[in-house]
């Protein structure tokens, strides 16, 4: 796997001199769903606690500049649901991203920001339910494009499409396994 990428602030002008339209901004969810994946990442390497990472965050990272770097508002209801539930809902979550995962390719072989990345795009589409599993799918994809220049976001697609189909089957388009009786 290549290293996360850094997140450039998107230049105002292209190198030929010609200028290109500002990025939109980013909406509250999408947000988020970023602050969720860098507080993921920021527990597991420094072991910090879910309340310490939501306080570290809502105070000194949503919204706010750091070192240069603008990072995004987020809706904080949302944020903190997805923060606690990934940590949570962890022993529920790990299983299936295996399971979703290549043969010799197990979560705990991943780079962190992927784990990160995976863990809540899998509780968002296991728990989530008013969040459409396509729309989560996608989302996390961008923000692996955020971290990745490499194959990484296709492989954060491929592995959440699979959990995807499998928890939200109808969704799909998959008809629903009849019942045993």
């Known amino acids: 796997m290549s290293q996360p990428a850094e997140t450039p602030a998107a230049p105002e002008t292209t190198a030929e001199g010609s200028s290109r339209p500002k990025p939109a901004p980013l909406s509250l969810r999408k947000g988020a769903r970023l602050a969720v994946v860098q507080a993921l990442y920021e527990m597991e390497i420094s ?18 500049e750091v070192d240069g770097v603008v990072h995004p508002p987020a809706e904080t ?4 649901d997805v923060l606690r539930g990934a940590v949570e809902e962890q022993r529920a979550i790990d299983p299936k ?13 991943l780079e962190v920001v992927l784990r990160a990345i995976l863990r809540a795009g899998a509780y968002e589409l296991l728990f989530r339910r008013d969040v459409p599993a396509r ?8 923000v692996a494009h955020s971290f990745y220049a490499g194959d990484e976001p296709g492989m954060v697609n491929a ?13 799909f388009g998959i008809p629903a396994a009849p019942k045993k009786a």
């Open 159 to 171: 592995v959440l499409d699979r959990i995807g189909r499998e928890a939200r089957s109808t969704e």
């Open 97 to 109: 991203l295996d399971a979703a995962l290549s043969k010799g390719w197990p979560l705990r072989r």
């Open 77 to 80: 209801a949302f944020f903190r």
């Open 47 to 64: 072991d910090k606690g879910v309340i310490e990472a939501l306080a570290e965050f809502e105070a000194f990272w949503i919204g706010q």
């Open 135 to 142: 729309a989560a799918i996608s989302e996390y994809v961008d």
